[in-house]
């Protein structure tokens, strides 16, 4: 069957890759990228696919139940990808509601849709024998965070059956959609896939958050605000690891099932800090040690998650999915990235996010 995926959040960060990874590869398929194009949404990400035959950009947002029905029915779409979401920890703590609006009524919103869409095949029958599953003639593929864990303790990975347990509103309200997502199949039968990851890094990532932030301020000799002691814990995937599990997991992937992904790849944010300064004194030409008295302990993130360490066992066993690249390639390849598009940099500094953070707060923790 000739598919017609919309894709959401598909101007982002991960969307954007996911998009790029699916489109070329998959030439048969149609592709609507549906994105509202907030601050973190950027068509330059998608410049160089913009012109192919299966690749349809629609600017929409996922609060407007109206607009989603007709361009289910114009388009005919056979499923959906949904990635658009209020993805920053720190504004989820200034403005929460914008998060409950988007992640969990905009999902809501969408499963609506779909199930409403697709109401003909979804019939009690089929979902009673599995036909529907066996067909994989429609699937809602959700993607969702490790976050919705919560904390770990020293020791101990995130499963698939690990109890959610939230602490930040982003992760709340991620975790909310998740809960619907999972009602949905349960309730109405809708064939849906729910993927978990850990932090995500690479091209395009918005430079708000740790890793792109912190390139950016070294480029331009500017502090690094490290949160609280700094040995707080993530575990690192490139963003391309990422596309590339969620286009197997949409393929292969058991309809009704859950999937963390992640590259067991824990670092300390200040380890990782200090890497990366050491990296890019390298490319940058200056002095070993130079970026490194950039480094500046600030006041703490609340309600600041001590550790994530996803087990992606399941992932890699079921459906044979690893990393592709080492730590060490993926962010060297994300410094050059960064180098060589400093003006996609520049293009969002001088944006409206600008300094949203800079002009009213030093950092979240003085809020
Ligand atoms: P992002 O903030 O870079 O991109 C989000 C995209 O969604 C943007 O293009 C934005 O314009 C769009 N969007 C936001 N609100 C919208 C709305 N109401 N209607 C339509 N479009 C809207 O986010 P990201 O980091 O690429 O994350 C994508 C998804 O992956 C999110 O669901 C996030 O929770 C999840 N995730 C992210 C990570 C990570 O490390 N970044 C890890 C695991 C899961
Ligand atoms: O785990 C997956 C999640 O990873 C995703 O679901 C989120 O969308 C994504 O933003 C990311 O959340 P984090 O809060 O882990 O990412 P962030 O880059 O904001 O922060 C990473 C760590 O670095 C975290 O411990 C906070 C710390 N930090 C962050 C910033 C922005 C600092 O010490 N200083 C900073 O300035």
Known sequence: MKKKILITGGAGFIGSHLVRLMVTKYPDYQFFNLDALTYAGN??????????????????????????????????????????AESHVDRSIISPLDFVYTNVIGTVNLLNTAKDFWKGDLSYENAQDGTWDKRR????????TDEVYGSLGKNGLFKETTPYDPNSPYSASKASSDHFVRAYRETYHLPIIVSNCSNNYGPNHFPEKLIPLFIDNIINEKELPVYGDGLYTRDWLYVIDHARAIDLIFHEGKIGDTYNIGGF????????????CLQMDKKLGRAKGESEGLIKYVKDRPGHDRRYAIDATKLEKELGWTPSVTFEQ????????????????????????QSYFERNFRNVGEI
Request: proline residues 1%.
């Open 43 to 84: 068509l330059e990400n998608l410049k160089d696919i913009e012109k192919f035959p299966n690749y349809h950009f629609v600017k929409a947002n996922i609060l407007d139940a109206a607009l989603l029905k007709v361009l289910f029915h114009k388009y005919s779409i056979t499923d959906v990808i949904h990635l658009a």
């Open 137 to 144: 003639d429609h699937l809602f593929y959700h993607v969702s």
């Open 265 to 276: 790849n824990e670092w300390t944010n200040i380890d990782l800090v200090k890497l990366l």
């Open 330 to 353: 993926g962010l060297e390849a994300t410094i050059d990235w960064f180098l060589k598009n400093k003006s996609w940099l520049d293009n969002i500094s001088n944006n409206s996010y």
